[in-house]
């Protein structure tokens, strides 16, 4: 990142916090250089309490800490966005949001793999006994990685046939355990679709006549 210009706001900048799977807007707050320096560290969103002049991490009480997975800031470098991952309701009012909304992947705007990778993100933090996918991350990666394979296996055998509910089953089954998978590894599909996105634009960026530099 480029310095950072606080003197707009006295030793502030706003700093809007996002969920990284719902996309959705969960509080904002201010932040001072300290503040930044130990959301930084931490990985831990920490604020600059305008009323009790000190620093605070969102979760410091409550247990409900918005883990950091990446930081942006504004064309003008006065303001910051933070996607995060947030452990329980962010509200001290006991609110998903300080909106008073429901922190939900909206199903017209995201389809069913957003909604479905948003359920494995909050298994991940939010254990329950009776879920499958909960139990698939207290196993371990190992477990996790060989449930992969043997779903790929049972795929490739269903493409042999010609049962199309079999096979698209397969592959249903395929997906959902690559997307745990991903998620115990610390990752996300927009991680993949990243990675995509740039083999692509390194592989055609001759014949787009489109400088290199661009995309580096």
Not at 48 to 76: A, M, P
Not at 172 to 193: E, I, Q, S
Request: hydrophobic residues 35%.
């Amino acid at each position: 990142m480029s310095e950072l210009n606080y003197e707009k706001l006295n030793g502030l900048i706003p700093a809007i916090v996002q969920d990284v799977h719902t996309k959705n807007v969960l509080m904002v707050g201010f932040m001072t250089k300290e503040a930044y320096q130990k959301t930084l560290d931490t990985k831990k969103v920490t604020f600059y309490s305008r009323k009790n002049k000190r620093l605070w991490t969102k979760g410091e009480q409550s247990g409900n800490f918005l883990h950091v997975v990446e930081i942006k800031e504004d064309c003008d470098h006065d303001s910051l966005l933070i996607y995060a991952k947030p452990e329980g309701p962010v509200c001290h009012k006991g609110y998903d949001t300080c909106f008073n909304e429901k922190n939900e992947i909206s199903p017209k705007q995201e389809g069913i793999i957003a909604q479905l990778e948003g359920i494995i993100a909050d298994r991940k933090i939010h254990p329950s006994e009776n879920s499958y996918t909960s139990k698939l991350f207290a196993k371990g990666i190992n477990k996790i990685a060989q449930k992969v394979g043997e779903e790929a296996v049972e795929l490739v055998i269903e493409a042999k046939d010609n049962d199309k509910d079999l096979f698209i089953g397969e592959a249903a089954d395929l997906m959902y355990h690559y997307l745990v998978l991903l998620h115990a590894k610390g990752y996300c599909l927009d991680d993949v679709r990243a990675k995509l996105s740039s083999r692509y634009v390194k592989k055609y960026y001759k014949t787009l006549r489109i400088p290199m530099y661009l995309f580096t």
